[in-house]
């Protein structure tokens, strides 16, 4: 798996996306039943609210390489500031809707 992360940007500024990299490394939550090896080619924020720029971001991670666009738990479970993005489900079905086709988009990374 070659894997692109897009996480909010604003929890970029409390969160390093340690837990991110610890669950891809460690083949936890989301990556639990990944076979293969997991390459990271980028990390990235959704570009603010409400999330315009998720769909080019994902797509600069597709250039760069990656088949996997996995949304961090920051968006979709709102760890760790506990506030899920309002925007998540757009954001998702809009990367989905606009990335090549076989790309698979993930919709967290871990569950803590």
């Known amino acids: 798996m070659k894997l692109g992360i897009v ?4 929890t970029e500024e409390v969160c390093p996306g340690s837990k991110d990299f610890q669950a891809l490394r460690e083949k936890t939550g989301v990556f639990a039943k990944v076979d293969d ?3 990271l080619v980028g990390f990235t924020t959704c570009g603010g609210c409400p999330g ?6 994902a797509k600069s991670l597709v250039a760069a390489g990656a088949d996997t ?3 961090a738990s920051c968006i979709t479970k709102g760890t760790p500031i506990g506030y899920p993005c309002p925007f998540a489900k757009r954001m ?3 990367v989905e809707g606009n990335v090549e086709e076989g790309v698979e988009v993930l ?3 871990h569950g803590w």
């Open 7 to 10: 996480r909010c940007a604003q």
């Open 37 to 39: 090896a997991i390459e």
């Open 52 to 57: 315009k720029k998720a769909v080019f971001r």
């Open 69 to 71: 666009i996995a949304f």
């Open 92 to 94: 998702i079905a809009a």
């Open 107 to 109: 919709d967290y990374t």
